[in-house]
């Protein structure tokens, strides 16, 4: 029973994983607009203003946006039970193989269902954008498959470039690896008199 009870729990384990797996690979676009969306408010809002819906678009997109609440919170409530139902096994003194294995089916096909509801909420922003919002919109997929929008700092969200090297360029050839250019001493501390130049001055005792 107790090498049992280890396989479930492992069992578990891997359906969580596999849901994280499926949400951040196969579908990362949806993942990483809501990320830049908590940076601009909610995602619903950041879209709205990135793409400057009208009265019209609006109504349309309230309306996409609630049947999208609605069947997202249904879905997330049926995969609450199934996992209720998985949970509830592992303290089951007989299970059997094919219990197991008809709750992970259901649980599989119940998040490939939820992430098509965000792939198809998607698209119908996308349907009923015009043709320069079309582009806008498709910058913010671009955006989100970086890992964020431009303006961030050096390359895709990447921070400044190190002091004394040129953003997306190679340091200075009197840079040394990891540290600032060389042949003189940090400015406001003159070098002692008698010293050459590029040697390092001397430690006080």
């Known amino acids: 029973m107790k090498k049992n009870l280890i396989l479930y729990i492992l069992l578990v384990f891997l359906v969580v994983v596999n849901g994280f797996f499926l949400y951040n690979y ?4 949806v993942s990483k607009i809501n990320n830049i969306g908590k940076v601009n408010g909610s995602p619903e809002t950041f879209i709205v203003k990135a793409l400057g ?5 609006m109504k349309q ?6 049947g999208h609440h609605e069947s997202m919170v249904k879905s997330s409530e049926e995969t609450k039970v199934l996992k209720d139902q998985l949970g509830r096994l592992i303290i089951k003194e007989n299970v059997s193989d094919t219990e197991i294995d ?10 490939v ?4 509801l965000m792939f198809n909420h998607l698209r119908a922003i996308r349907n009923i954008c015009t043709e320069n919002q079309k582009e806008r919109f498709e910058q913010i997929i671009r955006d989100a498959l970086r890992g964020g929008p431009k303006g961030m700092g050096q390359g895709e969200g990447g921070p400044p470039p190190p002091e004394g090297m040129p953003e997306g360029g190679l340091p200075p050839d009197n840079m040394r690896e990891g540290g600032p250019p060389q042949g003189g001493m940090r400015e406001g501390r003159p ?3 008698g010293m050459p130049e590029g040697e390092p001055a001397p430690r006080p005792e």
Not at 53 to 57: A, G, L, M
Not at 104 to 109: A, D, E, F, S, V
Not at 113 to 116: P, T, V
Request: charge should be negative.
């Open 26 to 29: 196969l579908f990362p676009t």
């Open 53 to 57: 819906f009208d009265d019209e678009q």
């Open 61 to 66: 997109f309230e309306e996409i946006n609630n």
């Open 102 to 111: 008809s709750i992970l089916n259901l649980l599989g096909k119940k998040e």
């Open 113 to 116: 269902a939820h992430e098509k």
């Open 191 to 193: 070098r002692p008199d």
